[in-house]
């Protein structure tokens, strides 16, 4: 470079001029090269995509291929004087127009005049920059010559928001989208042209260039010359979001604000580190639903949090972030937005929102899944083995009615229930419980015969031995005692009543005998039979003989029949 030109910034310097010097736009390059090539060119192209990713590069390469003088298979020489004069911006074949300052319609006007005029090369190539920026007016002064521009015109429109476009200039248009770079294409070409340049730069530095990139050639030469600016190492500032998702994750809201009180007071602007926490949010997020996905700027650290916050908060803290930088515009003050958003994700006691609601059901299931999973844990070398005991049955409808103690109140109005909660779906709170254990030659007693019968045993039986003996109760008595409401009844379950016996015997582990009576209490003897769900044939065969039938009496109240069979127990007016 001569010594009289002021310093250039390695991504003006460095800029592409032929197709091969491309990087990361492969699916653009290689289809122009071949129109070129072909003599397939449009008259008209749109391209968009990021800024820094080629797009206002690759229309200067498409006219200096259009009118090289020696191009090679669609590319161009970059040795003759056409292309020389195009790569220093002196040609009168191209006409470049920036649409963010030239947006009316009479800059329009302007250009469309001189379309027809002739010029020195085969191809005249307008380039306009920006293109979404023009004005409506201007947008339809385009529209026909765009449509049908004289031949040896050719229109390239670039833009970093296509949508903004009208759609019938995209009608007109061949559209090729630009993708951002990767940061391993980022990191060759900041170390190639570190190399070619001469600048003392080592690896590390590279791989925080192509960070600084995010996916911009240019943005990423802008960091190389500012790291070869301090010397050739890239300090790198210690990442604020680090800790304020860290507070996120441990659901302490003054830890969150605290770190980001810090990064305000260092000079962060607050939409900016919105925007910052949010891209790491991002990161966890795929490494928690995507672990096979290589994401740029994964750590240990950002897995970790991404685990405690689980599928459920880390989605609702994107959610509620993105919102909180999107509201940023237009707050009165940006920090309270977001200092808003972060106490809410921290906090979720102080959000009613329904995403609020199921990230709680979300911890507390993870939660329980974790303290069943420790429970379950085998114990460690030298340990001695604890036994766990399994929780308590809950008392079923039949087991309540038996307990000898009961106080009788005054029926009051129904109230209104809540719908019970959903229970967690593990298969704990599916089986049953464990049977109590007895020592050899130990018999359970009528409340764990009771609460085991309506629990599991009962349902064990086949249905014509479960319809006889639903009818019955287990009774006070020093061995195992069933009673029935009446003789018949009793005559009928005595069939079956070994086979009961080894229902019980295999239930409790040891061997437990079993005592048929009849039950001479009057609410046994008025009890209606509620073997609904059996045979209708198992029905008949318990009715037994019409003749052997007995009178049931006259029928007690209601109070009158609680009171006898539960004695102690006292009505309450």
């Not at 009479?106 to 005049?113: F, N, T, W």
């Not at 009608?171 to 989208?177: G, I, L």
């Not at 349902?459 to 639903?470: H, Q």
């Not at 018949?488 to 239930?507: G, P, Y």
Request: glycine letters at 6%; charged letters at 25%.
């Amino acid at each position: 470079m001569p010594e009289d030109v002021a310093y250039q910034s390695l991504y003006r310097r460095f800029r592409p001029q032929t197709w091969s010097a491309v990087r990361g736009q492969d699916h653009v390059t290689v289809a122009l090269r071949n129109a070129v090539r072909d003599d397939r060119v449009g008259h008209a192209y749109l391209f968009s995509g990021p800024r820094g990713t080629g797009k206002t590069t690759s229309a200067r390469i498409l006219a200096k291929a259009l009118n090289c003088e020696k191009p090679i298979d669609g590319e161009p020489c970059d040795a003759c004087e056409s292309c020389m004069a195009i790569a220093g911006g002196t040609s009168l074949d191209v006409q470049e127009m920036d649409a963010a300052s030239n947006n009316g319609v009479d800059a329009i006007r302007d250009l469309v005049s001189r379309v027809a005029l002739a010029t020195p090369g085969r191809w005249k190539i307008y380039i306009i920059d920006e293109v979404h920026m023009l004005s409506p007016a201007a947008s339809n002064a385009l529209l026909k010559t765009l449509e049908e521009p004289p031949p040896h015109v050719v229109f390239v429109l670039a833009t970093t928001d296509p949508q903004k476009v009208l759609p019938t200039i995209r009608s007109r248009t061949q559209h090729y989208e630009f993708r951002l770079i990767s940061a391993e294409t980022l990191a060759d070409l900041a170390r190639d042209i570190a190399a070619e340049a001469g600048l003392p730069v080592d690896d590390a530095s590279i791989d925080v260039v192509a960070r600084r990139g995010q996916g911009s050639a240019r943005d990423a030469l802008s960091a190389l010359d500012q790291v070869a600016a301090s010397g050739g190492a890239a300090v790198e500032e210690a990442d604020p979001t680090v800790d304020i998702v860290a507070g996120l994750a441990a659901h302490d809201a003054g830890a969150t604000l605290v770190a980001t009180a810090r990064a305000l007071a260092a000079g962060r602007d607050a939409r900016r580190l919105g925007e910052a926490i949010l891209a790491r949010l991002r990161v966890g997020f795929l490494a928690l639903l995507a672990p096979d996905l290589d994401v740029d700027a994964r750590d240990a650290t950002i897995e970790e949090h991404a685990r405690q916050l689980g599928a459920a908060g880390i989605t609702r803290a994107l959610e509620v972030v993105g919102d909180a930088v999107t509201s940023m515009k237009e707050a009165v003050d940006a920090r309270v937005a977001l200092e808003t958003a972060l106490v809410r994700l921290s906090r979720t006691d102080l959000d009613v929102a329904p995403s609020a609601l199921l990230e709680r059901i979300d911890r507390l299931e993870r939660r329980l899944g974790n303290e069943g999973r420790a429970g379950a844990a085998e114990p460690a070398a030298g340990e001695p083995a604890k036994a766990v005991a399994p929780p308590p049955a809950r008392p079923t409808a039949a087991a309540a009615a038996a307990r000898p103690s009961l106080r009788m109140e005054k029926p009051a109005a129904p109230k209104p229930t809540k719908a019970p909660a959903a229970a967690p779906d593990t298969e704990a709170a599916a089986s049953p419980a464990a049977p109590p254990s007895l020592a050899p030659g130990e018999l359970p007693d009528r409340e764990t015969l009771t609460l085991a019968w309506a629990d599991s045993i009962l349902d064990t039986l086949k249905p014509g031995v479960k319809a006889k003996f639903r009818g019955g109760r287990w009774v006070d008595a020093p061995t195992p005692t069933f009673a029935l409401p009446t003789d018949i009844h009793r005559k009928r379950c005595d069939e079956f009543r070994t086979e009961v016996q080894e229902a019980l015997s295999k239930h409790f582990g040891v061997k437990v005998p079993l005592t048929l009576v009849t039950d001479g209490s009057t609410l046994a003897r008025s009890e209606p039979s509620r073997a609904v769900d059996a045979a209708p044939d198992d029905v008949v065969e318990d009715v037994g003989d019409v003749a052997d039938l007995e009178d049931a009496g006259p029928v007690a109240s209601g109070a009158a029949r609680l009171l006898e069979a539960f004695p102690g127990a006292v009505e309450e007016e």
